[in-house]
């Protein structure tokens, strides 16, 4: 599942071929993509506006029209979008969604196997740009930062474990299970570990870990996993993968210090770690 690195590698590309281009035409071939409005509505709100911005906050992309309204896309489990230029175009693939044709010949499709990525255009947005269906999200930590303070407030009492506190959107926007099993790994820290054992300097370790965490997998263009789903809009896959320390690593040697990685289950979700070296 895209999480932050992943959707803002989608979001530079995005700015750099949606920015200035008008929408000439929108075909939404998947019901389920566009839910929260029916498909003719999303379609009138969007043809004949000018993208003015690409956006993002937690793993959803906010697109800016020149009306002040925003398109907001969420990848979820699968979506995958994909930026076509040229004049030979490929086949439509199966499970695609939604195709937006623009003014300068390109064309933007949206491809979703599982169908669980979401399209619609909000009119009420905050003064920060954020659309109120999105309002409950918490810190992005790339577009705010990460305070330690912040954390330490909501982790303090709490019994929920790390990988629990470290994935609820509405405390930190973005990281996912692959980015919280790093970021745990990073800070030396065990992700079963409850929110409220954490000490102060365990808290500062942890918001520094997510700051470093999130900034390296950027510069790696995300991480592509072993079903190859995840793609940037020119169809390339990310490489921090290969940098994982914990994730998808059972039974492997820990870098740090020679024990095997373990997964683990943490009530109804699997966290990776290294026993060895994380307390
Ligand atoms: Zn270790």
Known sequence: ???LP???TVRRGLEGVVVGRRIVEVKVLGRRTVRRQAPADLTTRLVGRTFTAAGRRGKFLLLSLDDDAVLV???RMSGQLLHL???QRPPIAAH?????GLGDGTELRFVDPRTFGEWFVSSDVDSRGVPSELAHLGRDPLLEGLPTAYLVAHFAGRRVRLKGLLTDQRIVAGIGSIYADEICFRAKLRPDRSGGSLNAGEVASLAKSARAVLREAVAS????LRDLRYRDLAGDLGSYQERHAVYD??????????SRV???????RSAYLCEGCQL
């Open 73 to 75: 896309v969420h990848l």
């Open 249 to 258: 690593r059972a039974g492997e040697l820990c870098r740090r210090c020679g």
């Open 96 to 100: 695609t969604h939604v195709m937006v």
């Open 262 to 268: 373990v997964r683990l289950k943490i009530g109804a």
């Open 221 to 224: 263009r995300g991480s592509s």
């Open 85 to 87: 230029s040229g004049t």
């Open 6 to 8: 992943e959707v803002e």
């Open 1 to 3: 599942m895209p999480e």
